[in-house]
């Protein structure tokens, strides 16, 4: 059963767990899971996705219960004027300690043409672990906050990857040693991107909305593993 976090007549949204395919697409298998489709079991009515998150992501997935308000929150996301806040774990500690990564990115396809994209940060912690690596005793791990303010594919994965501080667990654009590192010691054995928190205009209605979606249990372990949990408590509570 998915976690329906909100619903209404107009939209539904869920707290899509790491490692489900939102859709089908040329990204999956064929014989994979779908949200979309699990939720079509639990949700009476026509079903509409309002917008995306990679598999690998977990987090706040609005969707729409008709095209209409489908469209209306489309343009919103097009329009730029939904703020999306999520929660990553990083290799090292980014610095400064806040900042914004601006650097032009393709489509789904690397060879495609760059557009402008640009990714808000804040580093909330940080943790030495024990743990030898490479030449390294010790290694350096951050939780940091990500607001993009474009939406483009895998944007906050390829950004931290981009200055030097991928985030654990990405396959495609991490590193290999350190997200091995967190499934031997750590139990994760998924990608630590987070959508915490999806805040909108309701189409209909014309009312503020902010949703948030709580953390698996990896997070939560890895939270009070690092005496995390504080400061996670009150970047959250300020959203």
């Known amino acids: 059963m998915l976690e329906i976090l909100y619903q209404d007549d107009d939209i539904v949204a869920v707290n899509k767990p790491a490692n489900l395919a939102v859709h089908r697409s040329k ?3 064929p014989d994979d899971a779908f949200l979309i489709d699990l939720l079509r079991e639990q949700v009476e009515g ?3 996705l ?7 992501t977990s987090g706040v997935l609005l969707v ?7 469209g209306q929150l489309g343009e919103q996301f097009m329009g ?9 774990v990083v290799r090292g500690w980014p610095e400064p300690e806040e900042g914004t990564v601006d650097y032009p990115l393709p489509g789904s396809r690397d060879t495609g043409p760059r557009r402008d994209a640009s990714t808000d940060y804040r580093r909330l912690a940080t943790v030495e672990v024990d743990i030898p690596l490479g030449r390294y005793e010790k290694q350096r791990y951050a939780l940091a906050a990500a607001e993009p303010r474009t939406g483009r594919f895998r944007q906050i994965r390829k950004h931290f990857a ?12 991490g590193r290999g040693d350190h997200n091995r590192l967190f499934k031997q010691h750590f139990a994760s054995r998924r990608l630590l991107l987070h959508a915490t928190a999806l805040s909108f205009t309701h189409p209909v209605d014309g009312r503020p909305v902010t949703l ?3 953390l698996d249990e990896t997070w939560l372990k890895l ?17």
Request: positive net charge; hydrophobic residues 45%.
């Open 27 to 29: 990204f999956v298998g």
């Open 46 to 48: 026509r079903l509409h």
């Open 50 to 56: 309002a917008h995306r998150l990679d598999r690998a």
């Open 64 to 70: 729409a219960r008709s095209p209409e308000v489908a």
């Open 80 to 88: 730029r004027s939904v703020r999306k806040r999520y929660l990553a």
């Open 162 to 173: 981009h200055i030097h501080h991928p985030i654990v667990g990405d396959s495609q654009h």
């Open 212 to 214: 948030q979606a709580g």
């Open 223 to 239: 939270l009070q593993r690092f005496a995390w949990t504080d400061a996670f408590a009150n970047w959250r509570d300020a959203l």
